[in-house]
């Protein structure tokens, strides 16, 4: 886990991992965030770390309400295809609230709907990981 910066502290994570899980919220300037990331993966792919691999693009912050986060769903998909996740994790109140309890939401409310898209997450990571051929899995 990298904070939402492109700091030495991230680089050394992305020289040090196989691979990268991309949560992005579904808002404007977290398209350009986006782009900045992306470069800065392609750079440490190139001349540090070349099985540095997107893992997978995870929408957050989602309000269907909106059609700015409608809008971001469709260019992050139209970018990433297959890599971007099923699961879409929601504006939550409950999720925002978890943190200030110093609890993970799977303790805080493992019934809220923010609670159930993170075990839907969980379980689509481990199919993802399943589908890999023997060899390119995570150690």
């Given at each position: 886990d990298c904070p939402p910066s492109l700091g030495l502290l991230t680089i050394n994570a992305l020289v040090a991992a196989d691979s990268v899980l991309v949560p992005i919220q579904c808002e404007y300037y977290?398209?350009?965030?986006?782009g900045q990331l992306m470069n800065t993966v392609q750079l440490v792919k190139r001349s540090l770390n070349p099985a540095l691999e997107v893992?997978?693009?995870l929408l957050t912050m989602f309000d269907a309400?909106?059609?700015l986060s409608i809008q971001v769903v469709d260019?992050?998909?139209k970018y990433f295809r297959s890599k971007v996740?099923?699961?879409i994790v929601p504006r939550n109140v409950r999720?925002?609230?978890a943190p200030s309890h110093g609890k993970p939401?799977?303790?805080y409310d493992p019934r809220s709907r923010g609670a159930e898209v993170y075990q839907d997450l969980a379980k689509e990571v481990l199919e993802r990981e399943q589908e890999k051929p023997r060899k390119t899995r995570a150690r």
């Amino acid at each position: 886990d990298c904070p939402p910066s492109l700091g030495l502290l991230t680089i050394n994570a992305l020289v040090a991992a196989d691979s990268v899980l991309v949560p992005i919220q579904c808002e404007y300037y977290a398209l350009e965030g986006l782009g900045q990331l992306m470069n800065t993966v392609q750079l440490v792919k190139r001349s540090l770390n070349p099985a540095l691999e997107v893992e997978g693009v995870l929408l957050t912050m989602f309000d269907a309400r909106t059609n700015l986060s409608i809008q971001v769903v469709d260019e992050v998909k139209k970018y990433f295809r297959s890599k971007v996740y099923r699961s879409i994790v929601p504006r939550n109140v409950r999720l925002s609230e978890a943190p200030s309890h110093g609890k993970p939401i799977a303790l805080y409310d493992p019934r809220s709907r923010g609670a159930e898209v993170y075990q839907d997450l969980a379980k689509e990571v481990l199919e993802r990981e399943q589908e890999k051929p023997r060899k390119t899995r995570a150690r």
